[in-house]
């Protein structure tokens, strides 16, 4: 056990600890991803969550900012959680350029700690979400000041600057702000035939 260590010292001492094979594995990429049963496996699943936080393990910008918080609920219920995350994805039907497709809507700035809940900065098809984590952690890793969390630069900055900034280097690739409110309203009769009657393929 090495006592009193400061912060900035761990990365040193982790690849000191490393080239004489006492490294962790796994212990300098994010493993804080986490996600919902999602589908197949949940009967009310609009996305599968599960595969989408695999995919996101690798991501480049969360293997170099491992204490990132990242929680996908595979429906907009909130089963992973996805209001107190860094960065939380709630899959449901989403609208981007008028075009109605499967996605998540993005929510940003969770931390309990903080006292502050996730805000929704925008949404994002399915197949888009790896390239726009990578792009909201760079803006994050641009505006973030000394040892700030990424809910303290969205509560400095404000979610809308935030997006603002998003949208400089995504610009048509998502839709800011939140989505219509009817298409995201639940129908009685499930989820086939709100997506069915948005023009999404159900099976
Ligand atoms: S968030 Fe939705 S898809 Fe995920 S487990 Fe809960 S109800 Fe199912």
Request: charged share 20%; aromatic share 4%; proline share 5%.
């Amino acid at each position: 056990m090495f006592r009193h260590v400061p912060i900035k010292a761990v990365p040193a001492i982790r690849a000191e600890l490393a080239a004489v094979g006492l490294g962790l594995e796994g212990a300098d990429q994010s493993r804080d991803v986490r996600a919902c049963t999602g589908g197949p496996v949940c009967s009310l699943a609009l996305t599968p969550a599960q595969g989408l936080a695999y995919r996101l393990l690798e991501q480049p910008a969360l293997v170099r900012n491992s204490g990132l918080r990242v929680s996908i609920s595979g429906c907009p219920n909130s089963c992973a959680q996805h209001q107190i995350a860094d960065l939380g994805l709630s899959g449901g039907t989403v609208t981007i350029g008028g075009i109605s497709m499967l996605g998540y809507q993005i929510w940003l700035g969770g931390d309990l700690r903080a006292n502050t809940l996730g805000q929704t900065v925008g949404r994002v098809a399915e197949t888009d979400v790896a390239a726009i984590t990578e792009a909201i952690v760079g803006v994050w890793e641009a505006l973030r000041r000394e040892g700030e969390t990424l809910s303290g630069t969205v509560d400095r900055v404000g979610i809308e600057g935030f997006g603002a900034q998003i949208n400089a280097v995504f610009e048509g690739r998502w839709e800011p702000g939140d989505e219509p409110a009817e298409t995201t309203a639940p129908t009685p009769d499930g989820n086939g035939r709100r997506l069915a009657a948005a023009g999404v393929p159900t099976r």
